[in-house]
């Protein structure tokens, strides 16, 4: 009997043992890759999971980088504020400090020119009356300033660095304004380098004592519950607006997630009727824009 049973099993033994063996190996192989890191256990601290979604994280980490000027004596916080749904578009405030807007302004100054608008057939430059305001470009990387700002709108945006045209100063003054209108393109010479736009960012370099709203006349919703509106100028009523403070930053989008055009993006900058408007545009494209 025990002769046969030893006959009928006999690789138990050996089985077993490589078992043991290969748990072993799996145990130590788990404990390797937690103190590596590569593993972890459900954490109970909730702080710590949840922080990864929690936009004032975002501002956080972006507010404190290294290459900036003016952040140790500007204490004012970063935070994200969502003003619309139809078009997409949100406000960082205090994205820039004070000193990060007069160094864009001085940087600017001396190469104001008259602004232009795209022509959708020719794909140049012409004069036109719509946009009265006076604008230079900063190019992209120029220098450790300007990379930290790329850098902090790429954070706030989700879209590479690479994706975006050089920096746009304007400069308006009383009565100057710019027509309402789009920023994604309608014809197929201006999409050849880095294709169709894909969202703006508007940062205010300066206050502006009246006027000189963005203004959104086709977003859905009640324009009129702005905590401003009292402060709105004629033109600033027609539509839902944005007051210009100096450091915020305005982010739209003119594509819809589905990757067509959207239409409420549509928008302009109010008449300046008192004191004179400095802002920065970054257009952002949908794949990378060579310079
Ligand atoms: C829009 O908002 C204003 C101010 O909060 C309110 O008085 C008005 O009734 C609202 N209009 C609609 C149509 O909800």
């Not at 022509?119 to 930290?148: C, H, N, P, Q």
Request: glycine content about 8%; charged content about 25%; proline content about 4%.
């Amino acid at each position: 009997m025990a002769k046969g049973r030893h006959s009928r099993y006999p690789p138990r033994k050996s089985s077993s043992w490589t078992m043991l063996i290969f748990s072993m190996f799996l145990v130590l192989l788990f404990v390797v890759l937690f103190i590596l890191g590569i593993v972890s256990l459900p954490s109970s601290n909730p702080s710590k999971s949840h922080r990864g979604h929690d936009l004032s994280s975002i501002a956080h980490t972006s507010v404190h980088r290294d290459n900036s000027i003016g952040r140790n004596e500007d204490k004012s916080e970063g935070w994200v504020e969502v003003i619309s749904w139809e078009p997409r578009a949100f406000i960082y405030h205090n994205f820039l400090s004070k000193e990060e807007c007069e160094y864009l302004i001085e940087l600017a100054k001396p190469h104001m020119q008259h602004s232009t608008v795209v022509d959708s057939e020719t794909g140049k430059s012409k004069d036109s009356r719509v946009r009265t305001s006076s604008g230079t470009f900063l190019a992209r990387g120029r220098d450790r300033i300007i990379r930290g700002i790329e850098r902090q709108i790429a954070d706030f945006t989700f879209i590479p660095v690479e994706h975006g045209e050089g920096l746009q100063i304007l400069h308006y003054e009383v009565g100057q304004k710019y027509e309402p209108h789009y920023d994604y393109f309608q014809d197929d010479f201006n999409t050849k380098n880095g294709g169709q736009r894909i969202a703006t960012v508007l940062m205010y370099l300066s206050d502006v004592e009246e006027g000189g709203e963005t203004i959104f006349p086709s977003a859905k919703g009640n324009f009129t519950a702005v905590p401003y509106w009292n402060e709105l100028s004629e033109c600033g009523k027609g539509g839902l607006s944005v007051k210009p403070k100096i450091g915020d930053a305005l982010l739209f989008w003119s594509m819809k997630p589905d990757a067509t055009s959207d239409s409420s993006s549509l928008h302009g900058g109010c008449p300046v009727i008192k004191g004179n408007k400095w802002s920065s545009t970054k257009w952002l494209r949908v794949n990378e824009y060579k310079v």
